[in-house]
């Protein structure tokens, strides 16, 4: 057997095994792994998410087996003292020597910590392992209590940024201490880094640029931080995230060459002055630079271990320092020489403050090459142009068309995926190249995205591939003759669109029909509600109908809260609400203790309710006029409007009492997924129906109304569909417009991205919804009509018939109430106990 | 480096929270072992493929009629991620045909054969032995 030891078991540590044992020939080689920290190698790049509520096993790289599995010996918590290279051994600070043949030194990168007059005292931290993650937690729980809010993070680079996100988490005010004059100074242009600050700064994150810190203010603790200008910032806690500082001891004690400012030299083989012993990651000092990305670190594990084999893969000359990030909520890609400006090469630059967008490409004066540039603001185009560059492919007749779009046409100036090189480098974390992708369908191992990702590892990195990769993905399919489907999960072999058709042409109306002669197994979480909602969307079935496959919100007419308790939401059309029925939901609030806020969606919602105690609470609100919000639903949830022409000095119609008509009209319909409206009296959109399914706008004349706009993690705002019309010219096309969404979207499809993968877009849907191309505009008003005469209030059907009362009780065998549920107090309210 | 070595010996120390508490009394129970079997109620009040919770000394109990399978299951009511007594009220289905139950709060699907997570989590659920007699289901306990 020969002797691989590998010291360090960090990302790349653990990369260089991952290759390693990949590779044919390594049978006879024995690896042993020693890490100084207690855990195995973890996901350094997500670490900040381990804030946002990831356990140190979600970031985990490999399973407790994993190592076990493959024969590699792993030894945590022990640290490498020192090696004798003459005896090729090493030894560790338990006193224990072992002998290799091969040595690969992993031993990343420390947290470079600036010689500042007092960072050792208390409250002072570093920002790089998940130890130093836990102690800042803690230590920001202990002045939460006292009262402080605000912390400060020494520099403003990528790692830095990454550390004020994470204070920001911890609910501390945080302030970017940067001592260059601007953000990222590595990556980003002036003009970017003004972007990128302005965004930040309207978070409420205070940025301190220019600034040198002279000491550390406090007593045993941190009070602040005074500057070379003589001026304090008072902060009660300091995470130094200034830059990276090769861990290099190891080399030192053992003489191997190591560079003035740190880092083990390493050759294009990445071996060390001493060929048994190689370096790799952030150790290794490669060309005069450490690199402190992933994607090298990465190939520099594949090439040490294909040269401990006895293959011939080198090192590539140029490394591509290219990245796209999400710091903080904005995006921010770099890639290429981001700064090149000279005779030869032109910026072409698109600035607007308007909506803090950055764009910057360089490109050679005859404009034929790409080679390099900056994205702030959206970085959507990231991957286009970064393959653009790397595969040195032509540009458009007009360069500029590369950021702001080829102005007047369809489609993209970036191209597709179809458009690649085989060679080019899909994702650069794990080194995919398109060929491999479309290898592994065409000869068959894989034949799914999710066989390719498991073959290929693409997309397993950062992620920011996955659209790429997708494509590449169906478009290969398709080019194989294959048929692509978006199925809906494991039981059926079609979209929810044929099931529509299925269920509509068969006139089925239960769900084990369905599965019984066009399925297979016992359903799932996934399908039973699809086709409930189906049955729904044809027969204007309520929930009450198809109780068991009914996803678990619908079953219970209720939404699910934390603690397990539901939340009632009744509807308050258009937002409007007399004095009496405000009293009356206040009224069913005390009585049976309910948590009250005020939704987005201009009604109340009333929180912590019992299984039990829902029936009860309904059958006050339905007495008192009310009826069901719908808000469990995939359906209709509000019509949101501002007061309208019969108050408002601005207003130009009656926006209220349209958007109370809307709502009334489309209520308790279900649809693939929730759909929001909203009434604007005027251009001052105070209703903000543009961020919503469909939004009607007043204006001189009429209407304009706007479709296919959302909220939630991906902002849209609505398209223009048609202007000034009149309402009944409104109705005609919203009728047309949901019923088709309704029939032909994908289960859990908002409106905004059905539209984005309708073929033809908004000019599609235009033919279609007005001008008929379809020739079912007919057929669609029919449909909307059935649904709208025939609503019921669920609730109220419930409390008429006792049988269907049954469900509302958590034992089935005691009237009990759950006693596992506890409350804590919150304002002037209460809160479910913290998880 | 010391300290860090320290800090990793005192984590290993940590003491049970409540929630884990909690967990910790639901416990799998195999066919074998059962010493009492607990009469939960009449089939009629369980509805067909999905759950109804019942209570047991200090347990709460979800148990599942799949009535297309003509079989029934049982497990503890509380999910194990975030200890909330919800398992009941989530939707039944199988995965390859491993019969499962989704759990309401963050669709988390889990064996009810051997409690394992299927998502790939660490996550397991307890499960407990049912049986029907005449028209009455009972539950095993080892107590």
């Known amino acids: 057997m020969i002797n691989v030891i590998v010291v360090g078991n960090g990302m790349v540590g653990y990369k260089f095994c991952e290759k390693f044992i990949s590779k044919s020939g390594q049978e006879n080689y024995q690896i042993t792994v020693f890490g100084e920290e207690p855990r195995r190698a973890y996901d350094r790049v997500h670490l900040s998410e381990y804030f946002a509520g990831k356990t140190a096993d979600d970031l985990s790289l490999s399973t407790t087996s994993w190592y076990e599995d493959n024969n590699i010996i792993l030894n945590t918590s022990e640290l490498i003292t020192d090696i004798n290279r003459e005896q090729k051994t090493i030894h560790t600070h338990l006193e224990k020597t072992y002998e290799y ?28 392992t998940i130890e130093d993650l836990d102690a800042i937690m803690a230590y920001a729980k202990k002045i939460k209590a006292n009262g402080s809010t605000e912390a400060a993070v020494l520099g403003g680079g990528l790692l830095g940024l990454e550390a004020a996100k994470a204070v920001r988490d911890l609910g501390l005010n945080p302030h970017v201490v940067e001592f260059a004059p601007r953000l990222m100074p590595r990556q980003l242009d002036k003009g970017a ?54 861990r290099d001891e190891l080399g030192r004690v053992s003489g191997l060459e190591v560079g003035i400012r740190g880092g083990i030299v390493v050759n294009n083989k990445m071996q060390t002055s001493d ?157 995919v190249t398109k060929g491999a992708i479309c290898c592994s369908l065409i000869e068959g191992t894989a034949s ?67 599965i019984d002669h066009h399925g297979n197994g016992d359903g799932c979480e996934v399908c039973k509600p699809v086709v409930a909602s189906i049955f729904s969307s044809i027969y204007n079935d309520t929930a009450n109908k198809h109780v068991t496959t009914q996803d678990t919100n619908d079953r219970f007419l209720a ?14 059309a258009g937002g409007e609400i007399t004095a009496e029925k405000l009293i009356v939901i206040g009224e069913v609030a005390k009585q049976f203790d309910l948590y009250t806020k005020i939704t987005g969606a201009q009604r109340v919602d009333l929180f912590g309710a019992h299984l039990d105690d829902l029936p009860k609470i309904w059958k006050i609100l339905i007495d008192n006029g009310f009826e069901s919000g719908h808000a469990y639903g995939k359906s209709l949830r509000a019509v949101k409007s501002c007061v309208g022409n019969a108050w408002c000095r601005y207003g130009m119609d009656d926006s209220a009492g349209f958007a109370i008509e809307l709502e009334n009209r489309y209520k308790g319909i279900r649809a693939p997924h929730k759909i929001k409206g909203g009434v604007s009296a005027c251009i001052r959109e105070c209703a903000e129906a543009r961020g919503k399914d469909f939004g009607l706008i007043a204006v001189e004349g009429g209407w304009n109304l706007y479709i296919c706009g959302n909220g939630g993690a991906n902002p849209k705002h609505a398209v223009l569909l048609a202007e000034q019309i009149d309402k009944a010219t409104v109705i005609k096309y919203l009728d047309r417009f949901l019923m088709y969404y309704i029939r032909t979207a994908g289960p859990l499809v908002r409106t905004a991205t059905w539209l984005d993968k309708l073929e033809g ?52 065998n005691s009237d009990e109430k759950d006693d596992n549920i506890e409350y804590v107090p919150l304002r002037d309210q209460k809160m479910p106990r913290p998880w | 480096m010391a300290s860090l070595l320290l800090r990793a010996e005192l984590g290993s120390e940590k003491k049970l929270n409540p929630m884990e508490e909690l967990l910790n009394q639901y416990e799998t129970v195999n066919l074998s072992a059962v010493k009492t079997w607990f009469k939960a109620g009449n089939i009629k009040d369980f509805p067909s493929n999905r759950g109804g919770c019942i209570k047991y000394k200090n347990k709460q109990i979800a148990i599942f009629n799949f009535e297309r399978r003509n079989e029934w299951y049982a497990c503890q009511n509380a999910c194990p991620h975030k200890m909330e007594m919800v398992l009941s009220r989530g939707i039944t289905g199988s995965a390859d045909g491993v019969p499962k139950i989704a759990c309401p709060m963050h669709k988390k699907t889990f064996s009810l054969v051997d409690g394992s997570n299927l998502n790939g989590d660490d996550y397991k659920i307890a499960t407990y032995p049912v049986k029907i007699e005449g028209d009455e289901v009972f539950v095993g306990f080892l107590e």
């Open chain 1, 275 to 431: 060929p048994s012993i190689y370096a790799i990651g952030e150790v290794a000092l490669y060309n005069q630079m450490i690199y402190g990305l992933v994607a090298p670190g990465y190939e520099m594990a594949d090439v040490a271990a294909e040269q401990i084999l006895k293959g011939d893969k080198t090192m590539r000359e140029t490394i591509d320092m290219s990245t796209q990030l999400k710091l903080i909520g904005v995006e921010v890609a770099s890639f290429g020489d981001p700064f090149i400006e000279n005779e030869n090469v032109t910026a072409i630059v698109y600035e607007n403050k308007f909506s803090g967008i950055y764009k910057r490409i360089n490109v050679t004066k005859d404009g034929k090459t790409l080679l390099g540039g900056i994205l702030v603001g959206d970085s959507s185009d990231y991957n286009g142009l970064f393959q653009i560059y790397a595969n040195a492919m032509a540009l458009p007749a007009n360069p500029e068309d590369l950021i702001l779009g080829s102005r007047g046409g369809e489609g993209s100036t970036l191209g597709s995926a179809a458009d690649l090189p085989d060679t080019a480098v899909i994702c650069s974390c794990e080194n």
């Open chain 1, 448 to 514: 799914t995205f999710g066989d390719v990702v498991k073959l290929t590892k693409a997309t397993s990195g950062c992620g920011g591939c996955k659209p790429m990769v997708v494509d590449i993905v169906k478009a290969t399919q398709k080019s194989l003759g294959k048929e692509v489907k978006d199925t809906i999960c494991e039981h059926f072999n079609y979209t929810r669109q044929e099931l529509f058709d299925i269920v509509k042409i068969n006139k089925y109306t239960n769900y084990y029909e369905v």
């Open chain 1, 101 to 128: 043949d091969y040595l690969v030194l992993a031993t990343g990168s420390a947290a470079f910590v600036p010689p500042i007059d007092g960072v050792e005292k208390e409250g002072v931290f570093v920002y790089r």
């Open chain 1, 559 to 572: 939404n699910i809260q934390r603690n397990g308790t539901y939340s009632v939401v009744p509807r308050v």
């Open chain 1, 193 to 246: 880094s003004d972007m990128l600050q302005s965004k930040i700064e309207e978070l409420n994150i205070g940025i301190h640029l220019n600034k040198a810190t002279q000491y550390i203010a406090g007593e045993e603790n941190i009070k602040g931080m005074m500057f070379a200008d003589d001026e304090l910032l008072n902060v009660d806690m300091l995470v130094i995230s200034a830059g990276i500082k090769p």
């Open chain 1, 761 to 812: 877009g908004m000019d599609y849907l235009k033919e279609v919804i007005i001008f008929d191309r379809l020739g079912i505009c007919e057929a669609l008003e029919t449909e909307m009509d059935s649904l709208v005469g025939t609503f019921e209030c669920e609730w109220k059907q419930v409390l008429e018939k006792p049988r269907l009362m049954k469900r509302f009780s958590h034992f089935v």
